[in-house]
């Protein structure tokens, strides 16, 4: 084991990883054995005996009846079943925090401490990053601020609206800590790479070119900081990191920032060879060689002092998340055999919209945030892609869940988001009517009041629009 690792943290997470995907991965399989009992008399209530019994729900009599004119309808059972699942799951997630995802306040005091107020980050959509926050960096959910989408490409415009809003809290309520206080907001993007496969499993938005992928993130980080800077003052300036993740063992490259706080993409720490490289240490010497692998990295013109002067705060963020690496490489290492067996793409669903904050699975999810589906087509493009090569060849339909949050204490946000909802959905399988119409896209509306931590709700069709 790794110094710097828990092996019960990790079993714990083992163990949840396990049980989620297990959920899902187990529906064709009971799909199969309702198939073979097709044509029995009471066919509704037996199937839903045998869903109760190996999934943990029922579906509506209406559905299986209907799956079972004529020919056995596999694929419109297998969204419906996934759609349960997720309700499910997205309950779980909320309600019991099995993650630990909203005890957050110890994590929040030390980045206060570190200097930092708050966190955002933007990672690629790619299933093979859903897992960044709660595995690979190792920090409570409910903490960060999480935005995915395709190649790391965020929204620079919806950044800084988020930054304002960031900003106003701590000016008018004083949450997370007072405005006059001397710390800052902290950007991560983290573009993705696979030293197993480079040409071909690396990131399909920049057809697998990883100094783009990487380079094109930077740029967006850098983009993001001049914006701040042009329209509030440099005294309101942001922090950047680059993160660079293989996504065969969640091992981390950390780009250390040059003198003017920037990323430089040919210099950064490399967590998976600093990982064996301490193996054998004490935790106590394996921090010291984390804090020497980045001052290395941070004096490669001799700069380094006269940048830590300025920013004293970067060199320990980038050392705890160095820390959190190692403990996600241990737990590649100890249950994957240091490599995942599923290095390319092996989602379960789509997600599109806003939040999904219980997605915090490897590979369970292709997650892409988006306002209107104008915006995000690109994004939602790149997922049809995939699932064209995952479940489209196997006859399978591909299950997109639309998620939409609101806030509850603002009169008629709920209505406006489900007419938002369902006016993408509409749009989703105008876009894709050649899926839609061979009964290859289905689709589930969700909404959320992001306010507590209550779980997804369904949009049906029949539900009314109200305050």
Not at 59 to 86: D, R
Not at 134 to 150: D, E, G, N
Not at 305 to 313: E, I, T
Not at 415 to 427: D, F, N, S
Request: glycine share 6%; with cysteine; proline share 3%.
């Amino acid at each position: 084991m790794h110094p710097l690792s828990d092996a019960h943290h990790n079993l714990v997470l083992r163990e949840y990883e396990l049980r989620s995907k297990h959920r899902f991965d187990k529906i064709e399989s009971v799909l199969a054995q309702l198939a073979q009992g097709y044509g029995k008399a009471n066919f509704v209530g037996w199937a839903n005996q045998i869903l109760l019994t190996e999934l943990g729900f029922e579906l509506p009599n209406k559905v299986l009846f209907e799956a079972s004119i004529g020919e056995f309808n596999l694929g419109s059972l297998y969204s419906q079943c996934v759609f349960e699942q997720f309700l499910a799951f997205s309950r779980e997630f909320f309600e019991l925090d099995p993650l630990k995802g909203q005890q957050k306040q110890a994590t929040t005091d030390l980045f206060l401490r570190m200097g930092y107020h708050a966190v955002g980050i933007a990672p690629c959509a790619d299933g093979r990053l859903a897992h960044m926050v709660s595995y690979i960096l190792r920090m409570p959910s409910h903490m960060v601020r999480r935005k995915a989408h395709a190649g790391a490409l965020f929204d620079v415009s919806e950044s800084v609206r988020n930054w304002v809003f960031t900003e106003h809290l701590r000016f008018r309520e004083a949450i997370p800590n007072k405005a006059s206080e001397p710390t800052r907001y902290l950007k991560i993007a983290a573009y993705h790479f696979s030293k197993a496969d480079p040409l071909h499993l690396g990131c399909a938005a920049h057809a697998s070119e990883d100094q783009q992928a990487a380079k094109a993130a930077l740029e967006r980080l850098a983009e993001f900081k001049q914006a701040i800077e042009n329209r509030f003052g440099c005294g309101a300036t942001v922090d950047t990191v680059l993160l660079g993740v293989n996504t065969d063992d969640d091992s981390l490259r950390v780009h250390v920032p040059n003198e003017y706080g920037m990323a430089d993409l040919a210099n950064y720490v490399d967590c998976h060879r600093l990982y064996h490289q301490t193996l054998n240490l004490t935790a106590e010497q394996a921090r010291s060689a984390i804090l020497d692998a980045l001052r290395n990295g941070m004096n490669p013109s001799g700069y380094r002092d006269d940048f830590l002067s300025k920013q004293p705060g970067i060199m320990p963020v980038l050392a705890w998340l160095i820390e959190q690496n190692m403990a996600q490489i241990q737990y590649v290492h100890s249950y994957e055999s240091g490599c995942y067996p599923d290095l390319g793409h092996a989602e379960r669903f789509i997600g599109i919209g806003h939040g999904f904050e219980e997605i915090q699975l490897r590979n369970l999810t292709y997650t892409s945030f988006l306002d209107t589906l104008e915006e995000g087509i690109e994004d939602v493009e790149v997922g049809i892609k995939i699932f064209k090569k995952l479940n489209v060849s196997r006859m399978l339909p591909i299950p997109i869940v639309l998620r939409f949050d609101y806030d509850g204490r603002v009169p008629g946000s709920k209505a406006r988001v489900i007419k938002k909802a369902q006016r993408i959905e509409k749009l989703l399988h105008l876009r894709f009517a050649d899926l839609s119409e061979a009964g290859l896209l289905h689709t589930l509306c969700t909404l959320r009041d992001y306010t507590g931590f209550t779980a997804a709700e369904r949009l049906d069709s029949q539900t009314q629009v109200y305050n």
